[in-house]
């Protein structure tokens, strides 16, 4: 393989980015133009190649550390590569995602399936069931009186959702739903259908699975 500076200017890939336009570089020449430079002992080029072999082994569990494990791979790029990924993500998440199952849900939150708190999310969409936002609204420990429907619903009416779907982690690993879930969750219930909002679902989660109240009969 050619390093960046054996090539000539047509096919480097600033070059070729500019004449062809992003779609005609392959994978490395886009990381390639994302890092800039390369590191002492890696023409860029090379680097390049090594970050995208490790996309490709497990792209949805690239972390800063997995990619600073990567010789010549400083924290200021690895930065900007989990930026990139990031941004990417939410617009993606915006644009294409629509929800039809509880398994896609359960993937759109695998950000938060390790975390050792409680986190209450709410994902809001639109009439055709894609979304529009995902937030966290509370962490800790979860009981009616803190997860109030105040804040669970004033993004969604700002984001002029026509549904909404609520979700928590148990960092225990325990899956059932408590007394105090289902009280949350009917709670919720009243105040969606006052506001003319649809809950489709409250998903329980952790690292290991999940359950959907919608799909047990208790929403």
């Not at 390790?114 to 055709?128: H, P, R, S, W």
């Not at 609204?137 to 959702?161: M, Q």
Request: charged share 30%; proline share 2%.
């Amino acid at each position: 393989m050619k390093k960046i500076n054996e090539l000539i200017a047509v096919d480097k890939p600033r070059e070729k980015l500019e004449s062809k336009g992003a779609s005609a570089l392959k994978d490395y020449e886009l990381m390639a133009i994302l890092m800039g430079s390369g590191s002492k002992d890696k023409d860029v080029l090379q680097l390049s190649r090594e970050i995208v072999k490790n996309f490709e082994n497990d792209f949805d569990n690239i972390t800063l550390d997995s990619l600073l494990k990567i010789s010549g791979l400083g924290k200021a790029k690895a930065s900007k590569i989990i930026s990139a990924i990031e941004l990417s993500r939410r617009y993606l998440i915006k644009q294409n995602t629509k929800i039809t199952s509880p398994e896609q849900i359960y993937a759109e939150l695998r950000d938060f399936k390790n975390k050792q708190q409680e986190y209450f999310i709410v994902i809001t969409l639109d009439g055709a069931n894609h979304i529009i936002e995902k937030r966290v609204v509370f962490i800790g420990t979860l009981n009616s009186s803190l997860v109030h429907p105040r804040e669970v619903f004033a993004d969604a009416l700002t984001d002029r959702a026509a549904g909404i779907i609520i979700a928590h982690n148990h960092p225990s690993g325990n899956l059932e739903a408590s007394k105090e879930d289902i009280n949350i969750t009917n709670r919720l219930k009243e105040g969606a259908k006052l506001l003319g909002i649809d809950l489709i679902d409250h998903i329980i989660f952790s690292k290991d699975g999940f359950i959907s109240l919608q799909e047990q009969g208790k929403l």
